[in-house]
């Protein structure tokens, strides 16, 4: 059995107890890595030498000394490519390292590799990488999801054993769902963003895809925590959110199942893998009760107008002046911006800056975007409501499971409504995080379905127990997919 297949804590006893070494294991991985990326194709690049390095001067007593963790190419890596999988940033290498990545480092981590997302993290497949889409580990033919889709299939296919992602709307959480991994989409202001390419910088939040609760758990241990260099992180006392895992039952917790997370047009044996969780959840102790978030139905036109306002104005920096690609031969200075804009993004982020700077121009700004910001408050508040009643919520990730590769086509409208139960929690800044829960059957394979549990804001431990406790109820976060390796 190759080492890349051990749990996170059994390769951490490993290095311990010196049965085998970070270097051994990085080796381990990197023979899995290269013999699945000509299917899987989560990666973009990764730097063998400097990863090694790294392994030979591990701490393995640090809490995550020794390990590798895969990183979105949408986080700074200090000297690394960061294209958040675009051509506008092709050939753009970061000049420090994000905060998490500092944090990551100074637990002993060793950020590995970049993985693939959709461009400039839009999307909800990994089709709209700039480079080339990443397939999923459980049917090379269908899409892993996104837009951290690279994250999560790495994690699934055992390739890395924890990966970073950014969750907007959804990011982490719906890839994981889609690949049967674990993602966690922290509340707004836990983790810092100073050094993740923004998209919509009041919704976006870095989160750890593993393939367990508890190996996201020691992951946000570490890249949790105040940052100066983030005016929206939050100074908290640190906590340790491994220290509450481990519970049997849910008894005494009261979840909230909404009303209009179980809607028509959801693909029906999700629906039955969600329900027949939540059925477990109730024989582990839980109470189950009935809840109302009555403005769901406004959070994917009140997010598509939010986050495309905000991400209008974030990316007016890719002008070819600071960063990555710059049309050639300009005739003047305006010729080089609308140029290097028009050669470097590609459609649907194009599309997103038309919507964003449409929403925030005069004669439009109060009709849409401050209209879609009271909404928001509207839906924070059902959130606020739910949460004087119940400890967390639970519901389905996704509507579907996944689709083949360019089976969605064009249909652009589908496409956003397909991030219906995962966006709300970002316009309300609470924690969300996915597990697997079970698989649907088309023909011979089998498609993870994702169980989505959401916290009040910054109630992160509670969350993590809840669902540590439903995983290891059941054994579906242990399944791998079935790919073949030499
Ligand atoms: N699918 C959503 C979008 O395309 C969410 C993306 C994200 O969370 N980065 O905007």
């Given at each position: 059995?190759s080492?890349a297949?051990?749990?996170?804590?059994?390769?951490?006893?490993?290095?311990?107890?010196?049965?085998?070494?970070?270097?051994?294991?990085?080796?381990?991985?990197?023979?899995?890595?290269?013999?699945?990326?000509?299917?899987?194709?989560?990666?973009?690049?990764r730097?063998?030498?400097?990863?090694?390095?790294a392994?030979?001067?591990?701490?393995?007593?640090?809490?995550?000394?020794?390990?590798?963790?895969?990183?979105?190419?949408?986080?700074?890596?200090?000297?690394?490519?960061?294209?958040c999988?675009?051509?506008?940033?092709?050939?753009?290498?970061?000049?420090?390292?994000?905060?998490?990545?500092?944090?990551?480092?100074?637990?002993?981590?060793?950020?590995?590799?970049?993985?693939?997302?959709?461009?400039?993290?839009?999307?909800?497949?990994?089709?709209?990488?700039?480079?080339?889409?990443?397939?999923?580990?459980?049917?090379?033919?269908?899409?892993?999801?996104?837009?951290?889709?690279?994250?999560?299939?790495?994690?699934?296919?055992?390739?890395?054993?924890?990966?970073?992602?950014?969750?907007?709307?959804?990011?982490?959480?719906?890839?994981?769902a889609l690949?049967?991994?674990?993602?966690?989409?922290?509340?707004?202001?836990?983790?810092?963003?100073?050094?993740?390419?923004?998209?919509?910088?009041?919704?976006?939040?870095?989160?750890?895809?593993?393939?367990?609760?508890?190996?996201?758990?020691?992951?946000?241990?570490?890249?949790?925590?105040?940052?100066?260099?983030?005016?929206?992180?939050?100074?908290?006392?640190?906590?340790?959110?491994?220290?509450?895992?481990?519970?049997?039952?849910?008894?005494?917790?009261?979840?909230?199942?909404?009303?209009?997370?179980?809607?028509?047009?959801?693909?029906?044996?999700?629906?039955?893998?969600?329900?027949?969780?939540?059925?477990?959840?109730?024989?582990?102790?839980?109470?189950?009760?009935?809840?109302?978030?009555?403005?769901?139905?406004?959070?994917?036109?009140?997010?598509?107008?939010?986050?495309?306002?905000?991400?209008?104005?974030?990316?007016?920096?890719?002008?070819?002046?600071?960063?990555?690609?710059?049309a050639?031969?300009?005739?003047?200075?305006?010729?080089?911006?609308?140029?290097?804009?028009?050669?470097?993004?590609?459609?649907?982020?194009?599309?997103?800056?038309?919507?964003?700077?449409?929403?925030?121009?005069?004669?439009?700004?109060?009709?849409?975007?401050?209209?879609a910001?009271?909404?928001?408050?509207?839906?924070?508040?059902?959130f606020?409501?739910?949460?004087?009643?119940?400890?967390?919520?639970?519901?389905?990730?996704?509507?579907?499971?996944?689709?083949r590769?360019?089976?969605?086509?064009?249909?652009?409208?589908?496409?956003?409504?397909?991030?219906?139960?995962?966006?709300?929690?970002?316009?309300?800044?609470?924690?969300?995080?996915?597990?697997?829960?079970?698989?649907i059957?088309?023909?011979?394979?089998?498609?993870?379905?994702?169980?989505?549990?959401?916290?009040?804001?910054?109630?992160?431990?509670?969350?993590?127990?809840?669902?540590?406790?439903?995983?290891?109820?059941?054994?579906?976060?242990?399944?791998?997919p079935?790919?073949?390796?030499?």
């Open positions: 059995m080492l297949t051990l749990s996170l804590s059994e390769v951490q006893s490993g290095f311990r107890s010196g049965a085998f070494s970070p270097v051994e294991y990085l080796e381990a991985l990197e023979a899995r890595i290269a013999a699945l990326e000509p299917t899987v194709g989560a990666f973009l690049s730097d063998l030498a400097p990863a090694r390095a392994a030979q001067a591990a701490d393995v007593h640090l809490p995550l000394g020794g390990i590798p963790v895969g990183i979105k190419d949408a986080i700074s890596v200090r000297g690394e490519t960061c294209s999988a675009s051509k506008v940033l092709a050939g753009y290498r970061a000049p420090y390292d994000a905060t998490v990545i500092a944090r990551l480092r100074a637990a002993g981590a060793i950020p590995f590799g970049r993985l693939n997302m959709d461009e400039l993290a839009m999307g909800s497949s990994t089709e709209n990488s700039a480079w080339h889409p990443t397939r999923n580990p459980w049917d090379v033919t269908r899409i892993p999801g996104g837009s951290s889709g690279g994250s999560a299939a790495s994690v699934a296919a055992r390739e890395i054993p924890v990966a970073l992602g950014s969750d907007t709307g959804g990011s982490i959480r719906q890839p994981a690949c049967g991994c674990v993602g966690v989409k922290p509340s707004y202001g836990r983790v810092s963003r100073y050094g993740l390419g923004a998209f919509a910088s009041s919704l976006d939040q870095i989160g750890p895809l593993a393939r367990s609760v508890r190996d996201c758990a020691a992951v946000l241990n570490v890249i949790a925590g105040h940052d100066p260099r983030d005016s929206t992180s939050l100074d908290l006392e640190p906590e340790d959110f491994l220290a509450g895992l481990g519970r049997d039952d849910l008894k005494g917790v009261r979840l909230g199942k909404p009303k209009e997370y179980f809607i028509d047009g959801m693909d029906a044996r999700v629906r039955n893998a969600v329900e027949a969780a939540i059925r477990r959840c109730e024989e582990l102790g839980a109470e189950i009760v009935e809840i109302s978030l009555p403005h769901t139905e406004y959070a994917v036109s009140t997010y598509y107008i939010l986050s495309t306002a905000e991400a209008s104005a974030n990316l007016a920096r890719l002008d070819g002046i600071r960063y990555g690609h710059r050639q031969n300009p005739a003047n200075l305006l010729d080089l911006y609308e140029r290097t804009r028009a050669e470097g993004f590609g459609n649907e982020v194009k599309r997103r800056i038309i919507l964003g700077t449409h929403v925030l121009s005069s004669g439009y700004y109060d009709a849409y975007y401050l209209r910001q009271k909404v928001r408050t509207l839906i924070r508040r059902d606020e409501a739910a949460f004087a009643s119940v400890d967390a919520i639970v519901c389905p990730t996704s509507p579907e499971a996944a689709l590769l360019g089976e969605r086509g064009q249909d652009l409208l589908k496409t956003y409504l397909a991030d219906i139960f995962t966006i709300a929690a970002n316009l309300a800044g609470i924690c969300g995080l996915s597990v697997p829960c079970g698989f059957e088309e023909g011979s394979v089998r498609l993870p379905v994702g169980l989505q549990f959401l916290g009040r804001a910054l109630d992160e431990a509670k969350l993590l127990r809840i669902a540590d406790t439903y995983e290891r109820a059941e054994a579906w976060s242990s399944q791998a079935p790919l073949e390796t030499p």
